[in-house]
């Protein structure tokens, strides 16, 4: 069994509340958006670090991580990109290896929108876990903790950071 801590659009910022999860979990995989990579460096020096590159990543963080990044942990096979949409909506550039090769989880940041929805065509879970820093729209900071075992997704959680000022 893994504990996995899923975290998006840090944009630069990481806060002990973020690392009390990071703690937490036997890995941190973080979808993007990381900003400066000095928030890499932290979460690594701490757990286990799985990430993509977003939009707003410098030329340091894309040298480190990769567009898309695809895996089997605990038999659970996984995509993580940054801008990827969701069920129905999947971005133009993944949409038809996304019906071609679906995975059991599919993971975007981006929106800063937290979303957990099941897509019944493809038969996969997909997780946006909304935006964990404090640069954008959104009002609350988010996380989502879950376990892989088995080839199964257990125990999701939403975690709540504090309502942004």
Request: net charge neutral; no cysteine.
């Amino acid at each position: 069994m893994k504990k996995i801590l899923l975290l998006s659009d840090t944009h630069s910022y990481v806060d002990d509340q973020i690392l009390k999860y990071v703690r937490q979990a036997d890995e941190v995989w973080h979808a993007g958006d990381i900003g400066q990579f000095h928030v890499a460096a932290q979460l690594k020096a701490l757990k286990p670090l799985r990430a993509v590159y977003g939009n707003i990543d410098d030329s340091e963080v894309r040298m480190e991580f990769p567009l898309d990044l695809k895996f089997t942990l605990e038999g659970v096979s996984v995509w993580m990109t940054h801008i990827g949409g969701y069920p129905n909506k999947y971005n133009q550039r993944i949409r038809k290896e996304i019906q071609e090769q679906s995975p059991q989880l599919f993971i975007s940041g981006h929106s800063h929108i937290l979303k957990v929805q099941y897509d019944q065509k493809l038969n996969l879970l997909h997780m946006n876990p909304g935006a964990a820093g404090k640069h954008g729209f959104h009002q609350v900071r988010t996380l989502l903790r879950f376990e892989l075992e088995a080839g199964e997704i257990k125990n999701l959680e939403v975690v709540e950071l504090e309502k942004r000022a």
